[in-house]
Nanobody, 125 residues
Framework: QVQLVESGGGLVQAGTSLRLSCAAS????????MGWFRQAPGKEREFVAA????????DYADSVKGRFTISRDYAKNTVYLQMNSLKREDTAVYYC??????????????????WGQGTQVTVSS
């Protein structure tokens, strides 16, 4: 079992940057591949980024590739999503997620077992 606690959301202007954090409880952080998803009102939840158990592999949705970076800090049991050059289309509730039982290099786009409560990101203009 793992619990995920997100922080870092807020209201920002287009073209600026924001970093989201997701702190994971437990003692087996390295056993989980981690992902970020987002959902805008009236729309389906969509995949944003994923990082493998070892941190050696990452994967990004085309809409954020080149602007967003996912990373993890094993000492802090924390996953980050660095968001640069934010656009109005990035406005959504952002969720972090964890999945166990995958290979050390896997970066899944679906099938996650644990989810955070979400944090609101609003990009103006």
């Amino acid at each position: 079992q793992v619990q995920l606690v997100e922080s870092g959301g807020g209201l920002v202007q287009a073209g600026t940057s924001l970093r989201l954090s997701c702190a994971a409880s437990g003692r087996t952080f390295g056993a989980y591949a981690m992902g970020w998803f987002r959902q805008a009102p009236g729309k389906e939840r969509e995949f944003v980024a994923a990082i493998s158990r070892t941190g050696g592999n990452t994967d990004y949705a085309d809409s954020v590739k080149g602007r967003f970076t996912i990373s993890r800090d094993y000492a802090k049991n924390t996953v980050y999503l660095q968001m640069n050059s934010l656009k109005r289309e990035d406005t959504a509730v952002y969720y972090c997620a964890a999945v166990s039982g995958v290979s050390s290099m896997a970066t899944p786009r679906s099938g996650y077992d644990y989810w955070g409560q979400g944090t609101q990101v609003t990009v103006s203009s």
